[in-house]
């Protein structure tokens, strides 16, 4: 079954600041490549964003996009958590046919131990 927007039952609820997003968005393009990184800062029109993520036991949602981690096609793998800097990520790892991908979302300032707890339920969940 799976779950709307609307659901009192998250498993984590987390708002962000813009700053904190900003710096998120910063540490996945650098992730992703130098060019990434030089045309974000490039950008006119880059304006500071915030964000909200709801955690179920099946899908991230950041804002109202939906990455689901387990269904019928996707398995979870594993749930980490580690620091970049000032900055702490939770990582959801699941494989999707033959292939493995990742969501990643900051861990908000203040939420680490809400964290650790939500890698504890997301790894022993069916």
């Known amino acids: 079954m799976e779950q709307t927007l609307k659901n009192d039952n998250w498993l984590a609820q987390w708002k962000y600041e813009p700053g904190e997003w900003n710096r998120f968005a910063r540490w996945l393009l650098l992730r992703r490549g130098s060019i990434s990184h030089i045309l974000y800062f490039l950008n006119p029109f880059r304006q500071e964003r915030f964000a909200q993520v709801k955690i179920s036991a099946a899908t ?5 996009r939906a990455r689901s981690f387990r269904s019928a096609n996707r398995k979870l793998i594993a749930v980490e958590i ?23 979302v900051p ?5 680490l131990k809400e964290a650790i707890i939500l890698e504890k339920k997301l790894t022993t969940a069916g």
Do not use: D, M, R, W
Not at 107 to 111: C, I, L, R, S
């Open 60 to 64: 991230v949602y950041v804002n109202a």
């Open 82 to 104: 580690f620091s970049v800097g000032k900055l702490n990520i939770l990582e959801i790892y699941y494989k999707s046919g033959k292939e493995a991908a990742v969501i990643s």
């Open 107 to 111: 861990v908000p300032k203040g939420k």
